[in-house]
């Protein structure tokens, strides 16, 4: 008994550990999951633990649903070198739900401490990148900015999910708001604000709503205002100067149509896409991947493979309708905008965050 115990208290250290590494060392996150995964399944097998359940499958579907896609992909895909590595970073897809099942399995208040950590981890992060750029006109976090913004969307959530006085779910809603829009991202501010509005009105009556949503509003116009880098990138939304993601766009659809059935596979998009464009353009120097999850997915994996990743968000929709389940159902609708103008799963960052957070969801009772 003694053994299975610490058996379990070390799994649930490595969970809190790969939220950290997550955010400032995703190596330790790798190694993190890896372990935590083994030893998941060491203690489900040596104690008898009932860990494969109709629920558990519930849980585990969404992302391991989107892990097989990228699978089948790796088998007819040319980029034989970098196939290992880019599997490996998609490994959180199976290995987060798995973990968090199990531990959750367990210890009935895993869950609310895993929430806790992981905002404060966001919120430590924010405060760090808000100084960096703010106060010192550096970047000393190295994440991208539209990795960044979700993180502080999902935080948002999680805040409305665990927090139980209303005062401090407002103080910690505006402290992210400081956060997200000193970071010049435009999807996730926009997101962010709708988020804003679907948590607040399910909070408020329609006063306290209004009141609310109006100071948020306020706020973010003055404060983008003040930020020169989040205003600038703003105005050339609305002047409609993004003219590289709209050329980038044009060319993933000319690459997706010589491959239209089952796409150029797992890994080998890039490559692809770097046919169709000019050596001179600036998305062929930086190596710009489609900045759009629905585009490079059909590119790399096909119709059939874009058919699947759109089953998998319709059944999790509406398991989150039927189920009520509003944190879930949120959660999932930031994801399927974010999708719109970002190769969100292209990293470990995202791969990893977006596995937590659709766990986190269907874990959480409402």
Request: proline share 2%.
């Amino acid at each position: 008994m003694k053994i299975e115990r610490l058996l379990h208290d070390i799994i649930q250290f490595i969970v809190y550990l790969s939220i950290i590494g997550l955010i400032f060392l995703p190596i330790i996150n790798s190694i993190s999951l890896i372990a935590c995964s083994a030893l998941s399944i060491i203690y489900a097998w040596s104690y008898k633990k009932k860990v494969i359940t109709i629920k558990s499958l519930e849980i585990l579907a969404p992302t391991a649903g989107v892990f097989f896609i990228y699978f089948y992909g790796s088998f007819y895909s040319e980029n034989i070198d970098q196939i290992a590595d880019i599997m490996v970073k998609r490994l959180p897809l199976l290995f987060v739900p798995l973990i968090l099942i199990v531990v959750n399995s367990q210890r009935p208040n895993f869950l609310i401490k895993f929430l806790n950590l992981l905002i404060g981890v966001i919120l430590l992060l924010g405060l760090l990148n808000f100084m960096s750029n703010v106060i010192f006109d550096t970047d000393i976090t190295n994440i991208p900015r539209s990795y960044l913004g979700m993180y502080y969307c999902g935080a948002l959530i999680i805040n409305y999910m665990i927090q139980s006085k209303i005062k401090q779910k407002i103080s910690i809603h505006f402290l992210l708001l400081i956060f997200i829009l000193s970071t010049p991202a435009k999807a996730p501010i926009l997101i962010f604000l709708l988020v804003s509005m679907l948590l607040i009105y399910r909070e408020l009556n329609l006063m306290k709503f209004i009141i609310l949503a109006s100071s948020i509003f306020i706020s973010t116009f003055i404060l983008i205002n003040y930020h020169e880098d989040t205003k600038n990138r703003f105005l050339k939304l609305i002047h409609d100067s993004d003219y590289i993601r709209k050329r980038n766009w044009e060319h993933s659809l000319l690459a997706i149509k010589d491959n239209i059935y089952f796409g150029v596979g797992t890994g080998d998009g890039l490559t692809k896409l770097n046919e169709y464009r000019d050596k001179s353009w600036l998305e062929y120097y930086l190596n710009y991947n489609t900045h759009n999850q629905y585009l490079e997915i059909i590119l790399t994996h096909g119709i059939f493979g874009l058919l699947l990743f759109l089953i998998l968000l319709a059944i999790s929709l509406n398991f989150a309708i039927k189920h009520h389940k509003k944190f879930y159902f949120i959660i999932l609708l930031i994801f399927a905008i974010e999708f719109i103008i970002e190769v969100y799963l292209a990293r470990q960052h995202g791969v990893t965050f977006y596995s937590y957070m659709l766990t986190i969801g269907l874990l959480k009772n409402e």
